[in-house]
């Protein structure tokens, strides 16, 4: 079955600690997106990226880092220089077409005390 | 940035029940989305509006695309227990490089 896994469901750090967070699509999409969920508010753009070796900063992007050296794997790391890590993590894809509706994995819980 | 005012926040309705949201923006887009996310899931698309004045069914749900480009709003109908969840509508355009723009979400509970 065709998918976006994220992995791990739930993370727990330490403040100053850098994390990385899993994301893996076997759906041959060119996109690939990462959003942050926080109670009460909609879901929020950290980085997306069109194409390997290519990835724009979406709206909320200080503190965080992205690679896109593979089609299929879009990880994202948490850095200690991210003032309030505690959320819900999205990971998505789509084609490129025009239009293209976003595809979502499950997510992952990441809690820094 | 551009922003979706998404309305009710909750809805807390008896089971049988029909169900409106609705969702508007200042901006203009060419898509409007509507997913529903359960508890710890993922969103997943309920439905998608591709053209101003569109109205598209999904089984018991139906949205529709306003005329304006500016507001879309989404219809449950006989609401079930399962349909607890939050629902998000979404707006795309190629001006804001084909990103979603999400509300805030519609929670909805239902009373069995």
């Known amino acids: 079955d065709g998918g976006i896994t994220q992995s791990p469901k739930y993370l727990f750090r330490k403040e100053g600690q850098n994390v990385t967070l899993s994301c893996e699509q076997n759906?041959?999409?060119?996109?690939m997106y990462w959003y942050r969920q926080d109670p009460g508010q909609g879901l929020r753009l950290i980085y997306y990226?069109?194409?390997?070796?290519?990835?724009q900063k979406g709206d909320i992007a200080e503190g965080y880092s992205v690679s896109r050296e593979k089609k299929e794997s879009f990880p994202l790391t948490v850095t200690s220089a991210q003032k309030n890590p505690t959320a819900f993590y999205l990971c998505?894809?789509?084609?490129?077409?025009?239009?293209?509706?976003?595809?979502f994995g499950n997510g992952t819980r990441l809690t820094v005390t | 940035g551009q922003q979706l005012n998404q309305s009710p926040q909750s809805m807390f309705i008896q089971e049988g029940e029909d169900v409106s949201m609705n969702c508007t923006s200042s901006?203009?887009?060419?898509?409007w989305l509507w997913y529903k996310q359960d508890p710890g899931e993922g969103p997943v698309l309920l439905i998608a509006?591709?053209?101003?004045?569109e109205l598209t069914s999904n089984g018991r749900l139906t949205a529709q695309f306003g005329i304006t480009r500016k507001d879309s709003f989404l219809n449950i109908s006989a609401s079930i227990p399962s349909d607890v969840g939050i629902y998000f509508c979404?707006?795309?355009?190629?001006?804001?490089?084909?990103?979603?723009?999400f509300g805030a979400g519609t929670i909805l509970r239902v009373k069995s």
């Open positions: 901006s203009i887009f060419n898509t």
């Open positions: 990226s069109q194409i390997v070796n290519d990835f």
């Open positions: 509006l591709y053209k101003a004045g």
């Open positions: 998505a894809s789509s084609t490129m077409g025009y239009n293209s509706p976003l595809h």
């Open positions: 759906l041959n999409h060119d996109a």
């Open positions: 979404a707006g795309q355009d190629l001006e804001y490089g084909n990103k979603l723009v």
